[in-house]
């Protein structure tokens, strides 16, 4: 039993460039979400999806996308990246409404 | 919306002793309380939760504790241990997600 798998673990972009962070899950469940935690920081919700083919913004969502087509993945797109999407992204997935979050070990991203 | 007030933001402790981590919310409709652990270089892990029906809740070496009418929660470690270092954060419910506080960085000194 895998739990969340985030792939890259590390990645730098250029300025402008565009990357998808990868985000799966094995354990079946609906929720999945994805956030961001700078340096010292706590985390900030950027989507959420609770189901296949339902997604809906976070607090921080300009900058990116998501997609949702299995229950098993939810990929988070960068479009023209920046500095300030330096940060490391985290994938977490969940039973549903009011349950614990199973995190993903993380993906560190520099954009220079 | 939610709001996630944590205090303190760090907190050093000899090794032996206890340490208490606590958080306010704002929205009276939250009703599930999580705690997680995140280590250097690493996700964050969930430790103990607790929900709205429940004002106390043990698991070895750490506890929860809740009072819905004042809108806050704790965690408390006794016996605390090197690898008790650690960044924790606290969460509250609200409707599909959870609002996190701005995390506890503790330091166990041996």
């Known amino acids: 039993n895998a739990g969340v798998t985030q792939t890259p673990k590390f990645r730098i972009l250029k300025i402008g460039q565009s990357m998808t962070l990868q985000c799966a899950q094995d354990m079946n469940h609906n929720y999945m979400y994805w956030y961001r935690q700078d340096p010292g920081m706590g985390l900030k919700l950027i989507y959420y999806s609770v189901g296949a083919g339902i997604t809906d913004k976070g607090e921080v969502p300009n900058g990116y996308n998501v997609s949702r087509s299995t229950t098993e993945d939810f990929p988070l797109r960068l479009e023209l990246a920046a500095p300030s999407q330096t940060s490391v992204y985290f994938c977490a997935s969940s039973t549903g409404q009011n349950y614990g979050y199973t995190f993903g070990s993380g993906t560190r991203l520099t954009v220079v | 919306g939610e709001n996630v007030e944590q205090h303190p933001s760090t907190l050093s402790v000899q090794e032996g002793d206890s340490a208490v981590i606590k958080c306010t919310y704002s929205?009276?409709?939250?009703?599930?309380f999580p705690w997680y652990k995140q280590e250097l270089g690493k996700g964050p892990q969930l430790i103990i939760d607790i929900r709205s029906n429940v004002g106390e809740k043990k698991d070895q070496r750490i506890a929860v504790t809740l009072n819905k009418t004042a809108k806050h929660f704790s965690l408390h470690i006794t016996e605390t241990q090197p690898e008790d270092s650690a960044v924790y954060f606290c969460a509250a419910s609200r409707e599909d997600k959870l609002v996190f506080g701005a995390g506890t960085i503790l330091r166990v000194k041996s």
């Open positions: 929205d009276s409709a939250s009703n599930y």
